[in-house]
Structure formats: structure tokens, C-alpha cells
T-cell receptor, first 113, second 116 residues
């Protein structure tokens, strides 16, 4: 158990809908990272927050957004969903410095029908 | 991030040592070598990391070539639980500024199968 929790574990929805994925980092970790894992693209970095502020952006679509709240939990919002958004979404957390280990949650499996 | 090259797959017998290679010929002086692994149906987990010297921890050993252009992750006794995809990742400690702005860039990794 990494100490990172993600809800829900599974999500099935329809195209055009909007969903919210939630992540609670390990106690004391200030950084939260979101990654997407699909069969064709592999594991890809989406976005990072550090202590409530956006720190880095990766291959995140404009239809996707995220935020980190004062209690440090984070939410990833996916809107206007398309079939291709079906994937595993992982959240990771770290204390915050460059070489800190990232601890990954169990992921949310999203299926868009 | 500098690029790494790993074999797509490897096989090992249970209780035998496993050497997982990684080539990173364009590594820079500020790149740390990190290894993560992803067990089936789980999120990635940290294995080990190093800069220049060989490193050991309870999970594995990391052997780094003298020119740092390659490294090898060593599992001393493979168990069935070690069957996973292993990712070799370079992280540049010198890039950017501020704390915590460095994501992990995953390649395709090496899928390790362990035969009972």
C-alpha cells in the first residue's frame, strides 16, 4: 500500500459526459501528479500540482483540468469525454523535491462507451 | 528528459538472478537513473535510483557503467511477485527551478516474466 488513495476504482460513462477523479496523497506529500495509461500511448504525464499551485503540464487535453485543494487532495476533471479517453488514470504524490520518489495510487479505470 | 532503451521482454526462472539492462547513451551529468516497476493491475512503484556509484537496497541492486551510458537493474533472486514491467527513467536534477516540478517520463519498459 503506497498510502495514495484514488476514487473511484472503476468508472463507466458515455461519450460527451463529464467525470471527476479524486486523489488523496500520502500524508505530508505536497506534490500530486496525474498520469494516463492507455494501450497505445503507455504511461503519460498529464499535470502536476505542488502545494495547491500548478507546477508542470504534460500532454493534458484542454477538455481535462485539475486542481489541488488546501487539504492537498486533488481532482482531475475530464469533460466532453470521447472513446479514446478510456484509460487508467494514476495519481502519484511526492514530498516535493526533485529527486523524491513518487508514490502511485492504484488508479481509476475509466471506460467511455 | 534523455532517452533510454530497454529490451521489450525478458524471462527468468524463479529463484535465479535477473539482470535487466538499460542503455542511455545521451545521459547528461545531472541525470539520475531511476527504476520503477509496474505489477499487473497496479500503479508503478519505485525500485531504486542512483547517479554514479552502484546502489543496493532491499529490493534490488543498480549497477552503473563507468561512463554512465548504461545501467543494469539486478534482482538477486527472482520470485513470481517480481513479474512486472520494469521502467528505466532518467531524471534531470538540473532542469528548471523550484521544488517538485519533475514528472516521470515512462518509455515502454521491459516486461519480465518469471517461470516457476
Amino acid at each position: 500500500d503506497s498510502g495514495v488513495t484514488q476514487t473511484p476504482k472503476h468508472l463507466i460513462t458515455a461519450t460527451g459526459q463529464r467525470v471527476t477523479l479524486r486523489c488523496s496523497p500520502r500524508s505530508g506529500d505536497l506534490s500530486v501528479y496525474w498520469y494516463q495509461q492507455s494501450l497505445d500511448q503507455g504511461l503519460q504525464f498529464l499535470i502536476q500540482y505542488y502545494n495547491g499551485e500548478e507546477r508542470a503540464k504534460g500532454n493534458i487535453l484542454e477538455r481535462f483540468s485539475a486542481q489541488q485543494f488546501p487539504d492537498l487532495h486533488s481532482e482531475l476533471n475530464l469533460s466532453s469525454l470521447e472513446l479514446g479517453d478510456s484509460a487508467l488514470y494514476f495519481c502519484a504524490s511526492s514530498v516535493g523535491t526533485v529527486q523524491e520518489t513518487q508514490y502511485f495510487g492504484p488508479g481509476t479505470r475509466l471506460l467511455v462507451l | 528528459d534523455a532517452k533510454t532503451t530497454q529490451p521489450n521482454s525478458m524471462e527468468s526462472n524463479e529463484e535465479e538472478p535477473v539482470h535487466l539492462p538499460c542503455n542511455h547513451s545521451t545521459i547528461s551529468g545531472t541525470d539520475y537513473i531511476h527504476w520503477y516497476r509496474q505489477l499487473p493491475s497496479q500503479g508503478p512503484e519505485y525500485v531504486i535510483h542512483g547517479l554514479t556509484s552502484n546502489v543496493n537496497n532491499r529490493m534490488a541492486s543498480l549497477a552503473i557503467a563507468e561512463d554512465r551510458k548504461s545501467s543494469t537493474l539486478i534482482l538477486h533472486r527472482a520470485t513470481l511477485r517480481d513479474a512486472a514491467v520494469y521502467y528505466c527513467i532518467l531524471r534531470d536534477v538540473g532542469a528548471g527551478s523550484g521544488a517538485g516540478s519533475y514528472q516521470l517520463t515512462f518509455g515502454k519498459g521491459t516486461k519480465l516474466s518469471v517461470i516457476p
